[in-house]
Nanobody, 123 residues
Framework: QVQLVESGGGLVQPGGSLRLSCGAS????????MGWFRQAPGKEREFVGA????????YYADSVKGRFTISRDNAKNTVYLQMNSLKPEDTAVYYC????????????????WGQGTQVTVSS
């Protein structure tokens, strides 16, 4: 098992930037693919992006591609979501999630979830 804790959320103006962090504890962090999701008020949770266990392949939702970047530091057991050019529609609770590296990177369920961190984009 792995425990996940997100941090770095807050209030930012449109066009601004934030970097979210997700710290992991438990089994080896490198054993997991890591993903970021978000849930806005009145909407279902949506996929944002993911990074493989080997810190190579990444993929993103079309809505954030070119603005958001996922990275990971296995030595620190941490995955990051760098968010640039933020828009009001990016306002949501952001969650990190993990699944075993034996699973496919794209699609499929995630096994572990953090509690989320609020990101609000407003002027």
């Amino acid at each position: 098992q792995v425990q996940l804790v997100e941090s770095g959320g807050g209030l930012v103006q449109p066009g601004g930037s934030l970097r979210l962090s997700c710290g992991a504890s438990g089994r080896s962090f490198s054993s997991y693919h890591m993903g970021w999701f978000r849930q806005a008020p009145g909407k279902e949770r949506e996929f944002v992006g993911a990074i493989s266990w080997e810190n190579g392949p990444t993929y993103y939702a079309d809505s954030v591609k070119g603005r958001f970047t996922i990275s990971r530091d296995n030595a620190k057991n941490t995955v990051y979501l760098q968010m640039n050019s933020l828009k009001p529609e990016d306002t949501a609770v952001y969650y990190c999630a993990a699944k075993l590296r034996g699973a496919v990177l794209r699609g499929g369920p995630y096994d572990y979830w953090g509690q989320g961190t609020q990101v609000t984009v407003s002027s």
